[in-house]
């Protein structure tokens, strides 16, 4: 069983940064890729990011693509989505995601909240 400890939520202004941490117990993520996911009160879960296993290859949604970075430590088995340039409209929970065996992991997730 897959525990997810997520961290790094919080308010911040338009135009400021937060740096979200999810690390993962209970088996060695090594071969797997990571995912960052967020979702709003009435909408789906939006995929922003998403990192490889081995070669580390990203991917990033359009609407986080050239502000979010996602990175991940293996021997820390964390995954970390840095958020730059934030906009109100990236208030969110946020989640960490993998899937192994066809099955779908998720985070408890962390709330975001870009507010003046």
């Known amino acids: 069983q897959l525990q997810f400890v997520e961290s790094g939520g919080g308010s911040v202004q338009p135009g400021g940064s937060l740096q979200l941490s999810c690390s993962v117990s209970?088996?060695?993520?090594?071969?797997?890729?990571l995912a960052w996911f967020r979702q709003t009160p009435g909408k789906e879960r939006e995929e922003l990011a998403c990192?490889?296993?081995?070669?580390?290859?990203?991917y990033y949604g359009d609407s986080v693509r050239g502000r979010f970075t996602i990175s991940r430590d293996n021997v820390r088995n964390t995954v970390y989505l840095q958020m730059n340039s934030l906009k109100p409209e990236d208030t969110a929970v946020y989640y960490c995601?993998?899937?192994?065996?066809?099955?779908?992991?998720w985070g408890r997730g962390t709330q975001v909240t870009v507010s003046s």
């Open positions: 995601h993998v899937q192994r065996g066809g099955i779908d992991f």
């Open positions: 209970g088996e060695a993520l090594n071969y797997y890729a």
């Open positions: 990192i490889s296993s081995v070669d580390r290859n990203t």
